[in-house]
Every structure is written in structure tokens, then in C-alpha cells.
């Protein structure tokens, strides 16, 4: 783990302040780490968009084929695939001006990471929201 890619003040802009949260991978499946994620943003007021091919609604929330796709600003592209996959939507967010990238636990894209960065879009990697609200209250 390189600490730039978990900087509390990234950590806290996404977390405390943007409210906008694509979350690409989320689909209607509930025994899926996304839409378990998803509902914890929104119990956070957080609007989540999700980004899927199919285009789901889910949690009340109409789905966009890509992020390209979403007629609204976008936040936070937080991004649920593999590592190997995950760096296009980082280069994707960057280009619809999202504000932030979030790679989940175990997606890691170093390469990507430097790309975002240095377009100046703030980005973290190998975490998740919950964790690092759990990490706030204890």
C-alpha cells in the first residue's frame, strides 16, 4: 500500500464534501459488495448514479450505460472491477471532469493513479467508504 493512494485529504473531499457518487459496476444485485456500498452512501446522503452496460435502476436511482452517458455533474466515479479493467474509468472520470476516483479494496492501478493525479482529480485505491468510516468512529 503506497500512503499517497489512501491520503485522508482525499479521503475526507470524497467522503465529507462531494455528494455525487457514480458508481460503476453497481447492479440490481443486492448480494453484491457494490449495491451493499451503494446503500451505504445513500443512508450517508450521497447520491449514487449507477454505471452499468445494462443501465439498471437501482435503489431508486436510474442507471447510465457510461459515465460518458450521465446528463448531470459527477462528483465521484467510484469504480467496482478488477484492477486490470478499472484504469479506463479513471481515465473516463477525468474526461467528464469528475471531481474524484475511488478504486475499491484490491483494485489497484498505479499507472492510472498517476494519470488521474496528474490531471488533477483527486484519486484513492485500495479501500472502501465503509472502511474508512468505520476508521472514523473508533
Avoid at 447520491?47 to 446528463?71: C, K, W, Y
Avoid at 472520470?93 to 492501478?109: E, H, P, S, T, Y
Wanted: charged letters at 20%.
Amino acid at each position: 500500500m503506497n500512503a499517497e493512494w489512501q491520503a485522508s485529504e482525499s479521503i475526507s473531499l470524497m467522503l465529507d464534501t462531494l455528494e455525487t457518487w457514480a458508481i460503476v459496476g453497481l447492479s440490481g444485485d443486492p448480494d453484491r459488495t457494490a449495491y451493499a456500498i451503494a446503500e451505504l452512501l445513500q443512508s450517508r446522503g450521497k447520491r449514487i448514479v449507477p454505471i452499468h452496460p445494462t443501465a439498471p435502476t437501482v435503489l431508486g436511482e436510474q442507471g447510465f450505460a457510461s459515465l460518458a452517458d450521465v446528463p448531470f455533474p459527477i462528483d465521484v466515479v467510484d469504480v467496482f472491477r478488477r484492477s486490470e479493467s478499472a484504469g479506463e474509468f479513471a481515465d473516463q472520470a477525468v474526461a467528464v471532469g469528475a471531481k474524484a476516483v475511488w478504486f475499491q479494496l484490491g483494485v489497484i492501478d498505479e499507472a492510472a493513479f498517476e494519470r488521474t493525479v496528474a490531471a488533477g482529480v483527486a484519486m484513492v485505491m485500495d479501500t472502501c467508504p465503509a472502511i474508512e468510516w468505520r476508521k472514523r468512529s473508533s
